[in-house]
């Protein structure tokens, strides 16, 4: 039976030994607003990656240690680097202007847009 379903390509994830049904259209959304959010890092001269997860879910990954996932309506991330003496802190957004905002003033992010920003000098 999941034969038939993988010549479907419809998205299922195992669990337990049942098949679980994820609806085609929570993926697109999902996969639609990770493209939202590339565009809107490319603005910025980040170019970031984008992944199909399990469960109609998406992640983009921003810097070193900050993974955004999206199920298409919700954005969320874990912080690690707070004050709270290393207990992660779970941040999240609905639209792609204020996670790009917020993650913009992240120290992973800040250190990799002056990596990119910075020329090569020929040797």
């Not at 419809?10 to 959304?29: K, Q």
């Not at 999902?30 to 990656?49: E, I, K, N, P, S």
């Not at 999206?70 to 992660?88: A, E, L, N, Q």
């Amino acid at each position: 039976m999941t034969d038939l379903f993988r010549l479907l390509r419809l998205p299922t994830t195992r669990r337990r030994g049942a098949v679980v049904f994820v609806r085609s259209s929570n993926v697109r959304a999902a996969l639609t607003a990770a493209g939202r959010l590339q565009t809107a890092f490319a603005r910025y001269g980040l170019d970031v990656d984008a992944h199909r997860l399990a469960r109609g879910r998406a992640a983009v990954s921003v810097a070193r240690g900050v993974l955004v996932c999206t199920d298409g309506f919700r954005f969320w991330w874990v912080t690690w680097d707070t004050p709270r003496r290393g207990k992660p802190r779970v941040t999240h957004h609905t639209t792609t202007e204020g996670v790009v905002e917020e993650l913009l003033q992240h120290p992973a992010v800040v250190k990799r847009r002056q990596t990119t920003e910075t020329p090569h000098l020929p040797i």
